[in-house]
């Protein structure tokens, strides 16, 4: 027989579950590009997903050299050949891609404009954010401005969206990370001990990479999920290794080791916006300035020729539709 407690927790869990789809409707929505350790999606996008993080991470600049004096620093710019089921540098054309910080290429630097003098609530004393409060946010934001993400980057995502978007069903919000091999999953209303699924009381957890559709489950399916996704990014790894794309190692077992990370409590932790009515979300006090857009704006010349591209392109295209628009009045004539 059903308790009142019981019933209340699964009205609850329920509510949980339909916040938590709508929180992965949005990641699917931002990160239209995908995952860039992620086959389908490499495939999907002629392997330019791998290299935008790179553009995004840190500067650089078009070279022209031969194909015999390029370095490393200068094969970053590659594609998926279809024909051959491999990532390839791009040698069709005259120009190559040189990272000016190679070494540090996979690291992100982050660079937020504030739109507005004299507010910026990520520094602003008054929300007193920690440092991994600080990090969920401004990782957030470069994701969301690349549109791309893997596993790390979803799941801060998710952390973010849940916490603009409290509500009283959901006291608590955690990265799972999994110590042995790289992957992270979200977890909400924790209890007990963090290394014992078994005391997680009501939590359900939720994996944002390995499907396009939720994935949502409980501490008691826990460590089989786990293991799932473990076994397929194993075989994302052997596919990797064939394009060949360098990956994380993973140990041959099938142990389930993690730790409990970026931990938000929603109700505890102010969000920082200074307005409410209507919500303003901390995205609407910054603009992403990563090494793209800076590349681009440090520049003028560069800007000076795609206006002058633009220009040109917008001409033929009113060319043309003219053409057409004489050619159907000739037509009708007839």
């Not at 891609?97 to 540090?104: A, L, P, Q, R, V």
């Not at 999953?185 to 963090?194: L, P, Q």
């Not at 901390?282 to 590349?295: I, K, S």
């Amino acid at each position: 027989m059903l308790t009142q407690h019981s019933i209340f927790h699964s009205s609850q869990n329920e509510r949980v579950r339909a916040l938590l789809k709508t929180a992965l409707k949005n990641v699917l929505v931002t990160f239209v590009l995908g995952a860039g350790n992620k086959i389908s999606d490499i495939k999907k996008s002629n392997g330019n997903i791998l290299f935008s993080d790179y553009r995004y991470n840190r500067r650089g600049q078009y070279v022209k050299k031969g194909l015999q004096h390029l370095t490393e620093a200068d094969k970053l710019d590659w594609h998926y050949n279809t024909a051959s089921g491999k990532m390839e540098q791009n040698t069709n054309r005259k120009w190559s891609y040189h990272c000016d910080e190679f070494k540090d290429c996979h690291t992100p630097k982050f660079f937020l404009q504030v739109k507005y003098n004299n507010l910026n609530p990520i520094k602003d004393p008054k929300f007193q954010l920690t440092k991994s409060n600080q990090t969920i946010i401004v990782q957030s934001l470069l994701a969301a401005a690349k549109r791309k993400g893997n596993c790390g980057d979803r799941v801060m995502f998710l952390e973010k969206y849940l916490w603009e978007n409290k509500t009283k069903d959901i006291q608590r919000i955690e990265m799972i990370s999994f110590d042995n091999f790289d992957h992270c999953m979200i977890i909400v209303n924790r209890e007990g001990n963090a290394n014992d699924p078994k005391t997680w009381g009501n939590a359900l957890i939720m994996e944002t990479w390995y499907l396009d559709s939720e994935m949502i489950f409980t501490p008691k399916e826990f460590m089989a999920k786990a293991l799932e996704v473990k076994n397929y990014i194993r075989h994302q790894n052997k596919a990797l290794d064939k394009l060949p794309i360098a990956h994380a190692t993973m140990p041959d077992d099938d142990d389930i080791i993690w730790s409990m990370e970026y931990e938000i409590l929603p109700h505890q932790h102010l969000y920082p916006t200074y307005k409410h009515s209507p919500f303003c979300p901390v995205d609407h006090y910054y603009q992403v300035l990563n090494e793209y857009t800076l590349d681009l704006a440090r520049s003028g010349e560069a800007l000076s020729l795609l206006k002058k591209a633009r220009s040109e392109h917008e001409t033929k295209f009113q060319d043309c539709l003219e053409g057409l628009r004489n050619k159907r009045n000739s037509t009708k004539s007839l």
